[in-house]
């Protein structure tokens, strides 16, 4: 594990953002931990947050893309914390680079529009979320990329659960990749998380999150 996602863990685990014990999922499993990213507040904790991003995103190989778009709500403020550690990181690269976010409700005066910030039309974006369960926030943004006349470039998110969907041996993650054909990105994953626990936890709660990593785990799509 790399300094920054230790550090992202060591604070969401500090903020509440990453807890452990027993919580009940919108797929209706029972979980033996839980990831809030909504917790995401703490100028320490979004700042550390926002350095793993930029560090995934430069880190990544091949990833080309000219804009933000971080998905209402959640996504505004780790699209606009993003692209500024990206600047400071890499001025010449990103120092003009924009980003934005979709209107929940589409705007007919003033400036109008889907969107608020950067222009999607004509470029190439890289979606920020924090998880994907459904998939249901990245389907919604491509449908607004088609619709402003950009393209996908990729997906970048925090956190990989690892784990198969409901109805599938495969997780949303690889049917996303597989229906837009790009690179999907995550900071830490389900199996970080577990090697943290293993210095925090009673080995009987570690044994919870081994044995859920176990039944749900994705296997790769069958062809």
Do not use: W
């Amino acid at each position: 594990m790399k300094d920054h996602q230790a550090r992202l863990i060591q604070l969401s685990y500090e903020n509440k953002i990453l807890t452990f014990g027993d919580f009940t999922l919108k797929s209706g499993r029972k979980s033996p931990y839980f990831f809030n990213s909504g917790f995401f507040c703490a100028g320490d904790v979004l700042g550390a947050v926002a350095d793993s991003y930029a560090q995934t995103i430069i880190d990544a190989p091949d990833l080309e893309f000219d804009i933000i778009l971080g998905p209402a709500y959640k996504g505004i403020p780790l699209a606009a914390v993003t692209i500024v550690k990206l600047a400071e990181k890499d001025p010449a690269k990103f120092g003009k680079m924009e980003y934005a976010y979709n209107r929940k409700e589409k705007k007919d005066h003033g400036e109008g529009g889907n969107t608020v910030g950067g222009s999607l039309k004509g470029k190439r974006v890289l979606i920020l979320d924090d998880v994907m369960t459904a998939g249901t926030a990245i389907r919604e943004s491509m449908a607004l990329i088609n619709a402003e006349g950009g393209t996908l470039a990729g997906v970048a998110l925090i956190l990989d659960r690892q784990e198969r969907m409901v109805d599938y041996e495969h997780s949303m993650i690889a049917q996303v990749k597989k229906d837009y054909g790009v690179p999907i990105y995550s900071i830490i994953t389900l199996d970080d998380i577990v090697q943290f626990a293993k210095g925090k936890l009673p080995e009987e709660d570690i044994k919870k999150i081994e044995d859920y990593r176990e039944k749900y785990k994705a296997h790769p799509i069958a062809e």
